[in-house]
T-cell receptor, first 111, second 113 residues
Framework: QKEVEQNSGPLSVPEGAIASLNCTYS??????FFWYRQYSGKSPELIMF????GDKEDGRFTAQLNKASQYVSLLIRDSQPSDSATYLC???????????FGTGTRLKVLA | DVKVTQSSRYLVKRTGEKVFLECVQD?????MFWYRQDPGLGLRLIYF???????EKGDIPEGYSVSREKKERFSLILESASTNQTSMYLC????????????FGPGTRLTVT
């Protein structure tokens, strides 16, 4: 069973702090990794994708991929109350076209 | 920007009705997907289409069928709606050629009574 695991939270951080969201995956051959943000009642919005080991930065967001340890992280710098949402991690395992989604981590940024 | 639209945001149907959910994308993407999302169960893939008239079953295809007659349009059909099909339905599209980013439509919240 190819799985993606996330802590369901809620993860609470004060406004202005760094929020760190983590995701582990079971299929060592996975090549593509994605982070989605989902506000309550809305559809998931793609915010980051990463295909290579290391860090990828886009504005306040940094995705970190460590294939040896099979985890991918999302850092949100200078967190804002508007970042409060559920963050979904998704992985494409080897030999498949399908995304495998984690169940998401709920983030609360406290003003 | 990729744009994926779905025919309805909210839909209420009766048990036994035939239900059509439509999805349109404007990015000339080959791949289109239908998911449902339920609390505690996450996103589950119902069907996938990788080309016009081509489809594959996902993880939970029972009770559903799909149609893709044109590249930009992918329809999900509930042949005889049941209360356990009450859910949020999400359409997504994705290109090929080394780009694997998948974009979602706004979703259809379907209630079957």
């Amino acid at each position: 069973q190819k799985e993606v695991e996330q802590n369901s939270g809620p993860l609470s951080v004060p406004e202005g702090a760094i929020a760190s969201l983590n995701c582990t995956y079971s299929d060592r051959g996975s090549q593509s990794f994605f982070w989605y943000r989902q506000y309550s009642g809305k559809s998931p919005e793609l915010i980051m994708f990463i295909y290579s080991n290391g860090d990828k930065e886009d504005g306040r967001f940094t995705a970190q991929l460590n294939k040896a340890s099979q985890y991918v992280s999302l850092l949100i710098r200078d967190s804002q109350p508007s970042d409060s949402a559920t963050y979904l991690c998704a992985v494409i395992p080897s030999g498949t076209y399908k995304y495998i989604f984690g169940t998401g981590t709920r983030l609360k940024v406290l003003a | 920007d990729v744009k994926v639209t779905q025919s309805s945001r909210y839909l209420v149907k009766r048990t036994g009705e035939k239900v059509f959910l439509e999805c349109v994308q404007d990015m000339d993407h080959e791949n289109m997907f239908w998911y449902r999302q339920d609390p505690g169960l996450g996103l589950r893939l119902i069907y996938f289409s990788y080309d016009v008239k081509m489809k594959e079953k996902g993880d939970i295809p029972e009770g559903y069928s799909v149609s893709r007659e044109k590249k930009e349009r992918f329809s999900l059909i509930l042949e005889s709606a049941s209360t356990n099909q009450t859910s949020m339905y999400l359409c997504a599209s994705r290109g090929t050629g080394g780009s694997y980013e998948q974009y979602f439509g706004p979703g259809t919240r379907l209630t079957v009574t």
